[in-house]
């Protein structure tokens, strides 16, 4: 097969060059941008395993199962309230299942819009996009099944404490008073205490509950632990928790767009998210970027061709027939990735 034939064709694994920077998104149409990055990086094009023509293609896409998720989560917060305890066996064989397929969707940018969340939906979506974003990241990281099991159980009740807190403070359109913040931030304490008394519930499930607002460098909450110092499954969650917060609408801010969000929590690696976890979860949505339609802060659309490995944020974007380095232009960026 000559590297022409390939127009058209999807791989199955990312094609990378020799340095591993990805050329080709796995599942992507190749392009004749595409051939011509796979002649200047010298790929062995023989060894590029292609998609089963006659595969039927992507699986369904997961809206209605995010909604029906959410849908289960918010029924799954009025139970809890009523009985005052937690449903583990129902959690376990219905809940997480459909969390778990959603994260198994092979378009990564589909997943992160259908979880996004927009005002009153916000609280039960989000434990649903907690869940399926730290499933993701779990994967990345290499965890093993059992950490596997226990990080998707704790995602999705890594807010489970929040039951407890008034309705009138969850859906505050404005700033929160001392006083009300203070409540706010005992949901880590109130969701600890209850996960802990749940008969057949690893402890660890619990420690999120408590841990996922700690920070790297002791300014979080409720204990203001250090480092290292918070379990890895309450570090992988956080990450989770910051980037579904900051790309989600809420009743006192809009959705942050792309660049903003990848910025802030980069800077957040610094001192407040664990470095590694952070780096794992940026490193794999940018070079997901490769081949994808995104629209640029001046409205223009455009579709990423090339990421610079020295300044990964700013790639080189195709618009209409002219390329546009944005490392090259800082006041242009990344407002949203389409889908």
Do not use: C
Not at 28 to 36: A, N
Not at 324 to 329: N, R, T
């Amino acid at each position: 097969m000559s590297l022409e034939e390939l127009l058209g064709k999807q791989a199955e694994r990312d094609i990378t060059n020799a340095a591993g920077l990805v050329l080709v998104p796995a599942r992507f149409p190749m392009e004749q941008e595409h051939i011509r990055l796979l002649e200047q990086h010298r790929v062995n094009y023989s060894e590029v395993i292609l998609m089963d023509n006659n595969a039927s293609g992507l699986e369904p896409a997961p809206i209605d199962l995010v909604s029906e998720a959410s849908r289960y989560s918010k029924n799954l917060f009025e139970h809890i309230l009523r009985k005052k305890k937690v449903p583990l066996l129902e959690i376990k064989n219905e809940l997480l299942p459909m969390v778990q397929e959603i994260a198994e969707y092979p378009d990564m940018f589909y997943i992160f819009a259908a979880v996004k969340a927009k005002d009153e939906e916000y609280i039960h979506k989000h434990s649903v996009g907690v869940g399926v974003l730290s499933i993701m990241l779990g994967k990345w990281l290499g965890l093993g099944k059992a950490d596997m099991a226990l990080l998707s159980l704790a995602a999705v009740l890594h807010d489970v404490g929040k039951v407890k807190i008034p309705g009138e403070i969850l859906q505050q359109p404005g700033k929160l008073t001392p006083e009300e913040s203070a409540e706010m931030k005992r949901h880590t304490i109130y969701g600890y205490e209850m996960l802990k008394e749940t008969v057949g519930l690893n402890s660890r499930v619990a420690q999120v509950a408590l841990q996922h607002h700690e920070r790297a460098d002791g300014r979080g909450y409720p204990l203001r632990l250090k480092g290292n110092q918070p379990d890895l499954l309450s570090r992988i969650v956080a990450v989770a928790d910051v980037y579904h917060a900051m790309s989600s609408s809420r009743p006192y801010h809009e959705a942050l767009p792309f660049h903003e969000v990848i910025d802030r929590m980069r800077k957040g690696a610094f001192g407040q998210l664990d470095p590694h976890v952070s780096a794992v979860f940026l490193d794999n949505m940018i070079k997901g970027l490769i081949g994808r339609s995104v629209k640029l802060t001046d409205g223009r659309m455009g579709e990423v061709v090339f990421i610079n490995p020295h300044d990964d944020t700013h790639p080189l974007v195709k618009v209409g027939e002219s390329f546009l380095d944005l490392s090259g232009e800082r006041q242009l960026h990344i407002e949203e990735v389409m889908v």
